[in-house]
């Protein structure tokens, strides 16, 4: 029998909703079936925790005495540059942010030990931060220059914003050469000496609803500790992508954008992160609670790491060049048990993505519905 979310949230106000993590489905599923699951679970709770360069925060940091506009000049976040081609005082500093004087990779590898991920990480902890701005001045706006140090708690508006997040799927990378390479995967040892993937596998959202079917615009989630919302389709968001016979996409296919109060946040599930030889960048927290609306949404949340494919890609020519080879497709579970096989060699693995923090946040998620504080929101849209 069919539910809808508004029956699920007046289950959850009563506090008689049943919920379960994506990992505990799975169990529930062998012991119970998928009919009698369908009609007793309410709610599956999915998360990922993982680095994404396309994260960032938008900020409105008040009017100086006299006003300035940053807009058209520079604007600095302890040292890291921000964009302020928004208006007078609104700024957008992204995750992958360098200060002006980093090497880089000039000195090879680079280390990239503070960027703009860095400074959302300092902002969500409470610790002052250093801005700069150096701009024109107008009639209405004649300061140029503005130093001073801005706090969350005294920001009328800190938003986290993620162009892209929460993969459907990702490769698994590894490296041909015969030199160590350094890459938004890690770093890859020469001739296959590592394989480095980036996915909580079962528990990652877009896997348990892989046609976006409850999860869509207006969607509300855990994000960054906080509450949050799918704003948009992601970045790259390509479901058209080549499937599994349970529907689950074998390539990097579906991703979201995300909103959400940055005041409202922890730095447990907001960190800055540094990649050698690569860059600065983000690693966020999220989760997203599917509604069991129907037994094919149940059959979607009990899928199992050995169900879900990832392809297996060369990092260090065929990636960089733009060339789609791809040497072997791996599941999740020989990819969580730490060696897969490639070209006839152990290779050990290894994930960027923590699937115990992924754990938790699942976890975490399903203690907010239970406690009656958590309501499921309806789509507005769906995913486009």
Not at 25 to 45: P, S
Not at 270 to 289: K, Q
Not at 308 to 317: E, L, T
Not at 318 to 347: C, D, F, H, W
């Amino acid at each position: 029998m069919a539910k809808t979310i508004k029956e699920i949230n007046e289950r959850i106000k009563k506090g008689k909703a049943i919920v379960v993590t994506a990992e505990e489905i799975i169990d529930l599923v062998k012991k119970k079936g998928i009919k009698r699951c369908a009609q007793e679970v309410d709610v599956v709770t999915t998360a990922t925790f993982g680095p994404m360069c396309s994260s960032g925060v938008f900020i409105n940091f008040g009017h100086s005495k006299p006003r300035i506009k940053v807009g058209g000049g520079k604007v600095y976040l302890n040292d890291v540059p921000a964009y302020g081609g928004l208006a007078a005082v609104d700024i957008y500093l992204g995750a992958s942010a360098l200060p002006d004087d980093d090497p880089r990779n000039k000195v090879y590898p680079g280390e990239f030990g503070y960027g703009g991920g860095h400074v959302i990480e300092e902002l969500v902890k409470g610790l002052d931060i250093r801005l700069k701005a150096f701009t024109y001045g107008t009639d209405c706006y004649p300061r140029k220059e503005l130093e001073t140090k801005i706090n969350i708690k005294d920001l009328d508006k800190a938003v986290l914003y993620n162009p892209r997040n929460v993969y459907q799927n990702y490769n698994v990378a590894v490296n041909l050469s015969d030199r160590v390479i350094y890459t938004y995967m890690g770093v890859l040892e020469p001739q296959l000496g590592n394989a480095n993937y980036c996915s909580a596998g079962q528990l990652s959202p877009l896997f348990n609803d892989p046609y976006y079917e409850t999860i869509g615009i207006g969607t509300r989630i855990f994000l960054g500790g906080g509450i949050g919302y799918i704003a948009f389709s992601g970045t790259q968001h390509n479901p058209r992508v080549k499937r599994t016979k349970q529907g689950i996409p074998k390539r990097p296919a579906g991703t979201l954008a995300l909103i959400g109060d940055l005041k409202g946040m922890s730095p447990k599930w907001l960190i800055g992160t540094s990649f050698t030889g690569y860059g600065a960048t983000l690693t966020v927290g999220i989760g997203i609670p599917i509604p069991i609306l129907n037994e094919r949404i149940l059959k979607f949340t009990a899928i199992e790491d050995s169900q879900i494919y990832a392809p297996v890609i060369d990092y260090s020519k065929a990636y960089p060049m733009g060339k789609e080879v791809v040497l072997k497709e791996v599941n999740y579970a020989q990819l969580r048990s730490g060696t897969i096989r490639i070209r006839g060699k152990e290779v050990p693995t290894s994930s960027l993505s923590s699937y115990a923090k992924a754990r938790e946040i699942a976890h975490i998620l399903k203690d907010w519905i239970k406690r009656k504080g958590f309501l499921l929101t309806e789509p507005v849209a769906p995913l486009p």
